[in-house]
């Protein structure tokens, strides 16, 4: 892919009845039939989840109120609708005049079979915003009481979204987190990634050649100094709760994993110089006053496909990235 989204709302080029629980009597925490491997869902229940996400972000993005989609929205992309609703109140409080409803069509469902919670089931669909890409979403929620919830939400050009390995009764296959059968255990990849991509390590082997690993690493060690201004990078893992990441077996043997990373950027001006332009939707999310210093805070979500282990190939290959710049601070 060539971009992801910016959830302030334009491209960017590198663009869950209560249930009652019990303790064993080895100590492990038990749910009704949670030991038992079974779909998340069913076809029409999920159905019904993306209905009810369609129409309550849809709401969110006409209110700009993010108490209308706050149950139906999670994770990852709950932090990046949070950051970008704020912004949009504070410079339209009477919300959004000229709405352009959410249009999802041509679904596609994966409901794994797993044991136990969280519960989630992938979906992806044609729309009516960026023409030529799929939604890739996960629905995923903790408790039988919850509503479904998007935690990642990813874009796909058409005719790449993977193709997953399914049952007889077309039930997807579900990657435990620290599962040792994938080059890289889901719950290791977040913390991977982001030391793979400071751009001061000399390490961080293990990922395939593209524009969110080799190209986006080049491009930061050229703007580590520039002419009057200095860059720094920290990336983080975000591994728990909401942000764990997701991982569903692919047909080869590998799997897709979803998951997210932190990152700041902070970006110093020497004296006598100034910092590059702010646009208005990072000034109204900013606080203080970037006079020579400016920090920005993005929370991102990517999609990898990662091989079996002892398999042959380039490593783990990053598919697709969404972010969202989630807080700015200027001194």
Not at 8 to 23: D, H, I, M, Q
Request: hydrophobic fraction near 40%.
């Amino acid at each position: 892919m060539s971009k992801v989204v910016n959830r302030l709302g334009r491209p960017a080029a590198t663009a869950a009845a209560a249930v009652v629980l019990s303790l064993t009597a080895s100590g492990c925490m038990t749910v009704h039939g949670e030991l038992e491997i079974v779909p998340t869902t069913t076809n029409a229940q999920a159905a019904r989840a993306l209905d009810a996400f369609v129409s309550a972000y849809t709401k969110a993005e006409r209110t700009y109120d993010r108490a209308d989609d706050a149950a139906y929205v999670t994770g990852p992309l709950g932090a990046i609708d949070t950051a970008k609703l704020k912004v949009a109140r504070k410079l339209h409080p009477e919300g959004n005049e000229n709405p352009q409803p959410l249009k999802l069509t041509d679904v596609n469902y994966t409901i794994p079979k797993k044991a136990g919670w969280p519960r989630w089931f992938v979906a992806d669909a044609d729309n009516n915003r960026f023409q030529g890409f799929r939604w890739v979403m996960v629905f995923t929620r903790d408790d039988v009481g919850e509503p479904w919830a998007v935690s990642y939400l990813m874009l796909f050009r058409d005719g790449k979204v993977p193709k997953f390995k399914t049952d007889a009764d077309g039930y997807g296959e579900a990657v435990g987190n620290d599962s040792a059968a994938l080059a890289t255990k889901p719950s290791a990849l977040s913390k991977k990634y982001a030391d793979y991509l400071d751009p001061k390590s000399g390490g961080g082997d293990g990922f395939a050649e593209g524009p969110y690993t080799t190209q986006w690493r080049t491009d930061r060690k050229k703007n580590l100094s520039r002419p009057g201004l200095a860059t720094q990078y920290i990336d983080e893992p975000l591994t728990s709760g909401d942000y764990a990441p997701v991982a569903l077996r692919t047909a080869d043997g590998g799997a897709l994993v979803f998951f997210t990373t932190r990152r700041y950027v902070k970006q110093t001006a020497s004296l006598g110089s100034d910092l590059p332009a702010i646009n208005v939707d990072v000034k109204t999310l900013m606080t203080g006053d970037a006079k020579q210093s400016a920090l920005y805070g993005y929370v991102s979500n990517q999609a990898a496909l990662v091989p079996a282990r002892g398999s042959a190939g380039s490593g783990v290959d990053v598919i697709s990235r969404l972010e969202g710049i989630t807080s700015a601070e200027g001194s």
